[in-house]
């Protein structure tokens, strides 16, 4: 094997740990962003939050470790330099047996009780408490400055504490004042610092949710726009940003809707021009004597005037229908009726809160065009419903033909047939899936087809509502 071969195989050996390195950071990042917040107004606040959280901590370490510890540890030897100063004195001035006098000057010029108990014997050592920066520092010092053995509680009493250390002649008994080697007011300053902190946290949380609500205002605003509802008096607000993106929709918006308008008021002439010349072939053919011919051209003229409506009815697409709530197992009662006096029978099912707020005439036509497509190719169709999670799906079942699985998007064209017919309606326009689809998606939604479990073809309406 020569060099060159080597070469690859050296540097693939010696990337993989940067690679396993890459690859275990972007599983631990995945895992975090998982349980982060997914809203932009709970990431926003954990943007604020986290900083001030991290900036408390660290200025809290630093206190309590350089500060706090300095402070206490400076207080204890002070404390604990009285102290062997006492000793000193009882020790080399036997004028005064019973220490009264050594009591009296300890009181009065260092600030502590003195005391000589009879015996040689300390109590018991006190359970030292998890985190005390006296309980260390005072030992410490004790130890360092003293020289003897000792006992002292910190415990006890919260305002005192009391230190007893052997003599010759007994054994010592100091009573301080805590805050004599304990910086005890510190805590002020943590209580100072989480107080303004949360002052100007709720204070950065007020302004943030007036930031905010502009962008909720404008995602509402563009959801029911998207499903054809009532948008109402749409204003941009908030920072120049969100008031161009808002600025932007309301543009948008009056584009759409302007244009839907220009269709309509087209295809309205449209009409008008096109209904004038059938009318008028009417009237010439009402004057011609019964026949063939005659009949022949009658049909022509009505599959006309259907193809006229039904490109109409799809041209106009989402209309001017506003949307109310609807209950959609009332609406699927209808249609079964329908069905039935028609000489159909369909099976019917719905799960769930039937109430939705849609278009409700579109929406009836949307299904009654699946139904209608079903029911003239199948002899079983089952309807059913369910609205659950924020969205309502709607399923036509039937035991028909089907659609091959290459032509399901296809049939959806406008005027695209089949060999089959499977997507004409009565009038053989070629426009009843493409008017139900574009109603689905005026909703917000969209309709597929499937496989039904009858051995037929499947179509799924699912909107957000």
Same mark, same amino acid.
């Given at each position: 094997?020569? #060099?060159?071969?080597d070469g690859p195989r050296i540097g693939l050996l010696r990337d993989a740990p940067l690679v396993r390195i890459r690859l275990a950071w972007r599983r631990f990042a995945r895992r975090i962003a998982d349980h982060l917040p997914k809203g932009l107004y709970a990431r926003s606040l954990l943007i604020v939050i986290l900083p001030v959280l991290i900036l408390q901590s660290v200025v809290a370490y630093v206190f309590m470790e350089r500060h706090w510890r300095l402070v206490t540890g400076r207080l204890s030897e002070a404390l604990a330099r009285d102290v062997a100063a006492v000793i000193e004195v009882i020790d080399t001035w036997p004028q005064d047996p019973d220490w009264r006098q050594i009591g009296r000057i300890a009181e009065r010029d260092l600030g502590f009780q003195v005391s000589v108990l009879p015996g040689s014997t300390l109590p018991p050592p006190m359970p030292r408490p998890f985190f005390s920066l006296l309980d260390n520092a005072l030992s410490d010092e004790i130890a360092t400055r003293v020289g003897r053995p000792f006992w002292i509680d910190t415990v006890g009493n919260s305002d005192l504490v009391e230190i007893r250390i052997v003599l010759k002649s007994g054994v010592l008994r100091v +009573? &301080? @004042?805590r805050s004599q080697a304990y910086a005890s007011n510190s805590h002020i300053f #943590?209580?100072?610092?989480?107080?303004?902190s949360l002052v100007l946290l709720a204070i950065a949380i007020l302004f943030l949710r007036n930031q905010i609500r502009p962008i909720q205002r404008l995602a509402d605003a563009a959801e029911s726009f998207g499903k054809g509802r009532a948008v109402g008096e749409f204003k941009p607000s908030g920072a120049r940003e969100v008031r161009r993106a808002g600025e932007a929709f309301a543009l948008m918006r009056s584009r759409i809707e302007r244009q839907i308008e220009q269709r309509t008021a087209m295809l309205a002439g449209v009409s008008h021009d096109l209904r004038t010349v059938l009318t008028r072939f009417r009237l010439q053919l009402a004057l011609l004597p019964e026949g063939p011919d005659r009949e022949a051209l009658e049909v022509d003229t009505d599959e006309m005037q259907a193809m006229l409506e039904a490109y109409l009815a799809f041209a106009r697409g989402e209309g001017e229908e506003e949307a109310a709530p609807t209950d959609m197992a009332e609406m699927m009662a209808a249609i079964a009726m329908d069905a039935e006096r028609a000489g159909f029978e369909i099976a019917i099912l719905f799960r769930g809160? =039937?109430? +939705?707020? %849609? *278009? =409700?005439? &579109? $929406?009836? !036509? %949307?299904l009654g065009n699946l139904v209608g497509? &079903? #029911?003239r190719h199948a002899d079983r169709v089952e309807l059913s419903g369910s609205h659950a999670d924020g969205w309502l799906t709607v399923t036509v079942d039937d035991d028909g033909p089907g659609v091959p699985e290459a032509e399901r998007e296809?049939? $959806? *064209?406008? $005027?695209? !047939? #089949?060999?089959? &017919? @499977?997507n004409q309606d009565e009038g053989g326009t /070629? %426009? /009843? %899936?493409? +008017?139900? !689809?574009?109603i689905a998606r005026s909703h917000g939604g969209d309709i597929t087809l499937d496989e039904s479990p009858l051995g037929g073809l499947r179509a799924v309406v699912r909107i957000p509502g």
């Open positions: 094997m020569s #060099l060159d071969d +009573i &301080a @004042r #943590l209580v100072w610092m989480v107080s303004a809160d =039937p109430e +939705i707020v %849609l *278009r =409700p005439n &579109a $929406f009836k !036509r %949307l497509n &079903a #029911l296809n049939v $959806f *064209r406008p $005027f695209y !047939r #089949l060999d089959e &017919a @499977r /070629g %426009l /009843g %899936l493409a +008017i139900s !689809r574009d």
